[in-house]
C-alpha cells in the first residue's frame, strides 16, 4: 500500500469534510483540516516529495490554533530545507 495509497485516503477525507463544510458544520471541519494537512505533510515526506510536504507542514502550523503544535509543524518543515530529491 504505502504512503501514496495513504495519500488517497487523506483526499477522500478533505473530500468529506469539505463537503461537511457546506453543509453547516464548518466548525467540525476546520478543526480537523490542519490535522489533515499534518497527515498529508508526512505520506508526502515518506513518498519523497520534500517541497509538497514542506508546504503540507506549513500549512498545517499556520492552520492550528496551537502554539506548540505549530512550532513542531514548523520544525518538521525547517528540517525538510535543502532535502528535494
Known amino acids: 500500500h504505502g504512503p ?17 463544510s457546506t453543509s453547516g458544520k464548518a466548525g467540525r471541519a476546520e478543526q480537523w483540516h490542519y490535522r489533515l494537512d ?3 505533510a508526512h505520506l508526502l515526506e515518506r513518498a519523497g516529495d520534500m517541497a509538497a510536504a514542506r508546504t503540507a507542514y506549513r500549512a498545517a502550523a499556520d492552520a492550528t490554533l496551537s502554539e506548540p503544535e505549530a512550532h513542531y509543524l514548523r520544525r518538521r518543515a525547517d528540517r525538510l530545507n535543502g532535502s528535494d530529491t
Open 4 to 20: 501514496r495509497a495513504g495519500l488517497a485516503e487523506v483526499d477522500a477525507l478533505a473530500g468529506a469534510a469539505g463537503t461537511a
Open 38 to 40: 499534518a497527515v498529508r
